[in-house]
């Protein structure tokens, strides 16, 4: 109103400057109810224009009387937005403190106060959780199902109550029509996911994979992984009733994910069934060059089992060569090394891998593998040292998925779970049998005992543990001096005094 006021005015002045500037313009009569008004038109205009300023700000002066109810309104309105926003975000806030008597309080006022209808019901069934009202809850998250976008919201909200009073069927049910809506969330296919892993049913959790990769919900690397993963335990599940059909899920999955070991070494058992060798051998070679793991050339040593020592070296080296970085590498080649028997090679090997040896880094295997190496080069005493060692170096957690009958990756329905989250999220290989601490294939070489001569004590001490001889009287147990052993029938039989000699005069000193 007062801009358009100055704007009138100002045109008004500028019209009678014009008018003053351009000399005497002339005479403006006016005649009206008998009356008449004679004056000069500059006069005349600086009149007009007063009058029709007076006429905009009486006009302007009316609207504003006629919309002050309008104004109070909105002022109200505003007044009730700011109350509601704040009343929310205190609700929040409580929520997010933990206080659900604070939030609920709070969300009963944004019910009055607040016109955002989503976020109201939103915290009220968050309010309603953190108090721990299940009930509440339930009917706060139920009453969210019926507005298009807080479907999804009410959906998840019911399925983690359902999840926390246990009751699995209703949480899968509740994230499988998550899952059918047209835009499903991440959550519904993790939950769909992990149910159908620990119900071992690898065929729908296949089909899951697909469906969620169509949708764009995982990654297509996650959608390998998983693949990879899901086959290697379906042929795990299957090689005793069908072999075809799980030889063709373990290439398969050896195929997609080369560094996934468990499907390397099902397959190149099930092909080594089959009658086909060499592609056991370039399956598990694949599997060495993407990802070294001790199963795997333990799994390609044993595909032959007539040939000599040397032989068998000589064919270790088609691995070796895929993969030589690797420490694996390294300790394969000083395995090869012993069973080639030749001391240039064993020493060469061992030096390579003197930098595991380090105190921080050492390992059972690595002791193991390094007595082998002395064993190798028949220096004995270095060999007890190094397995010495062993017995306070840490384990590895790789040796441990073989188990003591030499299987590798013998697991049930789930530790196979376990493994396919894993490895298809973060593209690692996990070790159950690590984490429960059980036994697996022996580690260190088998090694004679050092001093013979004393093991006729040992095994007299196992038999008669309060026979043992006496210093001045050993009996029989003479023999052990020599490094002879006892006949148990000597060893039973106690030992007979022997007369005991005079003690003879000393001579005179002459």
């Keep these: 109103m007062i801009r358009t006021l ?18 005497d313009a002339g005479q403006a009569s006016l005649i009206w109810l008998n009356y008449r008004v004679d004056t000069s038109a500059a006069a005349a205009v600086c009149i007009l224009g007063f009058l029709a300023l007076c006429a905009v700000c009486f ?8 919309r002050s109810p309008q104004r109070a309104e909105r002022a109200r309105a505003e007044a009730r937005r700011r109350q509601g926003e704040e009343v929310l975000t205190r609700g929040f806030l409580a929520v997010a403190a933990g206080d659900g008597a604070e939030a609920r309080r709070n969300a009963a006022k944004a019910l009055d106060l607040s016109d955002n209808v989503l976020l109201v019901r939103v915290l009220t069934a968050m309010a309603a959780e953190t108090s721990g009202d299940a009930t509440a809850t339930r009917a706060a998250y139920t009453a969210m199902l019926n507005v298009p976008e807080l479907k999804l919201a009410g959906l998840r909200g019911l399925m983690q109550l359902a999840q926390s009073q246990g009751d699995k069927a209703e949480a899968v049910r509740l994230a499988g029509e998550a899952y059918n809506q047209p835009r499903p969330a991440m959550w519904a296919f993790e939950t769909l996911f992990e149910a159908r892993l620990e119900a071992g049913e690898w065929s729908e959790a296949l089909g899951l994979i697909d469906g969620a990769l169509t949708r ?41 994910q080369p560094q996934f070991t468990p499907a390397a070494i099902i397959a190149a058992r099930l092909l080594l069934k089959a009658g086909k060798p060499g592609r056991a051998e370039d ?32 064919r270790l080296q088609g691995l070796l060569d895929r993969n030589t970085d690797a420490r694996e590498g390294r300790i394969l080649r000083l395995e090869q090394a012993v069973l080639g028997g030749s001391k240039a090679d064993i020493t060469a090997a061992m030096a390579a891998l003197e930098p595991d040896t380090a105190e921080d880094v050492v390992t059972k295997r690595v002791c193991a593998a390094m007595a082998r190496g002395a064993q190798g080069l028949q220096d004995l005493d270095a060999a007890r040292a190094w397995v010495a060692q062993a017995a306070l170096a840490r384990s590895e957690p790789e040796w441990s998925d073989i188990d003591a009958e030499g299987r590798a990756f013998a697991y049930g329905a789930q530790d196979w779970s376990n493994l396919i989250l894993t490895f298809a999220g973060k593209a690692v290989l996990p070790h159950p049998r690590f984490e429960r601490g059980e036994k697996g294939l022996p580690e260190l070489p088998e090694l004679a005992s050092r001093y013979v001569p004393s093991m006729p004590f040992i095994k007299a001490a196992k038999s008669r543990p309060h026979a ?10 003479d023999a052990a001096i020599t490094g002879q052993d006892l006949d148990p029938a000597d060893m039973q039989a106690p030992a007979k005094p022997k007369p005991m000699r005079k003690a003879r005069a000393p001579k005179a000193v002459k």
């Design 283 to 314: 399956v598990l070679e694949a599997a060495w060059a993407a990802a070294p793991h001790p199963a795997l050339w333990l799994a390609y040593r044993d595909l032959v089992s007539d040939e000599t020592p040397r032989e068998r070296a000589r």
């Design 216 to 256: 764009k919900l995982i990654s297509p690397l996650f959608s390998e992984r998983a693949k990879a993963s899901l086959m290697a335990a379906s042929a795990a599940a299957l090689e005793a009733e069908d072999e075809p059909q799980a030889l063709d899920y373990a290439v398969r999955a050896a195929k997609l």
């Design 468 to 477: 043992l001889p006496q210093p001045d009287d050993p009996g029989a147990f």
């Design 59 to 66: 006009w302007n002066l009316a609207l504003w009387l006629s």
């Design 6 to 23: 100055l704007i009138l005015l100002g045109i008004t002045i500028l019209i009678a400057v014009g008018i003053g500037l351009i000399g």
